[in-house]
C-alpha cells in the first residue's frame, strides 16, 4: 500500500509570495491533517479535513488555508509569505484522525 | 489547551545504555501515541497506549501510560544507533464521530547513540 506522498519536497520562497502545497493521502484515508514542525516550537496542528470539510483548525492566521478534494488529496495554501513560516510542513492521513501516518514532508524556506 | 511536556530535550549516550524518555501533561487524554521520527523523513507511529497503567512493549522499547492518563514514559533497553532520532509523544483527546480525534504533540526529545 503506497504512503503518503507530499509535493513538491522542498520549495524556496521570497516574503510576500504565496505557496501551495499538496498532500496525496494512503488509499481510503479520509481523514488529512496539515502540522508545521519548526525547532523551536516543534509540532503544531494546523487543520484537519475530513470529506472535503474542514473539520478541525489549530491557531494559525488567516493566511494559512487549505482545500480538500473528493479523492481526498489535499492542499495547503500560505499567502503573503513571511520569514517565519519557513518550516517542514507535515501532512498526515488517517481513517478516524486517531492513528496517522505522515508524509515526509514539504521543507519551505522564506526568503 | 491541553499541553505535553517531554524530558529531556536532547539525550546523548552510548551504545548498549539504557535510556527513559517523559512525557507529562496536567490534562487527561483519551489514549497517548509515541512516534520516531528520522532526519527527512516525517514521524512514524511507534505504539497507542489505551487503558491508565498500561504497559506495552516493541522489543527494546517499553511504553507506559500514567494510571491517571496524564503522562507516559518510553524506555529503551541497550540503546543502538539505529534507535537514534527524534521521539515525540502524542496526547489524543476522542470526541464523537463528526468532531474526529484532536492530537496535541510534546516538542521531542532528541535521542543520539553512539557507537
Known amino acids: 500500500k503506497a504512503g503518503v506522498t507530499q509535493t513538491p519536497r522542498y520549495l524556496i520562497k521570497t516574503r510576500g509570495q504565496q505557496v501551495t502545497l499538496s498532500c496525496s493521502p494512503i488509499?481510503?484515508?479520509?481523514?488529512v491533517s496539515w502540522y508545521q514542525q519548526t525547532p523551536g516550537q516543534g509540532l503544531q496542528f494546523l487543520f484537519e479535513y475530513f470529506s472535503e470539510t474542514q473539520r478541525n483548525k489549530g491557531n494559525f492566521p488567516g493566511r494559512f488555508s487549505g482545500r480538500q478534494f473528493s479523492n481526498s488529496r489535499s492542499e495547503m495554501n500560505v499567502s503573503t509569505l513571511e520569514l517565519g513560516d519557513s518550516a517542514l510542513y507535515l501532512c498526515?492521513?488517517?481513517?478516524?484522525?486517531?492513528?496517522?501516518?505522515f508524509g515526509p514532508g514539504t521543507r519551505l524556506t522564506v526568503t | 489547551t491541553q499541553l505535553l511536556e517531554q524530558s529531556p530535550q536532547f539525550l546523548s549516550i552510548q551504545e548498549g545504555e539504557n535510556l527513559t524518555v517523559y512525557c507529562n501533561s496536567s490534562s487527561v487524554f483519551s489514549s497517548l501515541q509515541w512516534y520516531r521520527q528520522e532526519p527527512g523523513e516525517g514521524p512514524v507511529l511507534l505504539v497507542t497506549?489505551?487503558?491508565?497503567?498500561e504497559v506495552k512493549k516493541l522489543k527494546r522499547l517499553t511504553f507506559q501510560f500514567g494510571d491517571a492518563r496524564k503522562d507516559s514514559s518510553l524506555h529503551i533497553t541497550a540503546a543502538q544507533p539505529g534507535d537514534t532520532g527524534l521521539y515525540l509523544c502524542a496526547g489524543v483527546v476522542y470526541r464523537d464521530h463528526n468532531a474526529g480525534n484532536m492530537l496535541t504533540f510534546g516538542g521531542g526529545t532528541r535521542l543520539m547513540v553512539k557507537p
Open positions: 488509499s481510503g484515508h479520509r481523514s
Open positions: 498526515a492521513s488517517s481513517r478516524t484522525s486517531y492513528e496517522q501516518y
Open positions: 497506549v489505551v487503558t491508565g497503567g
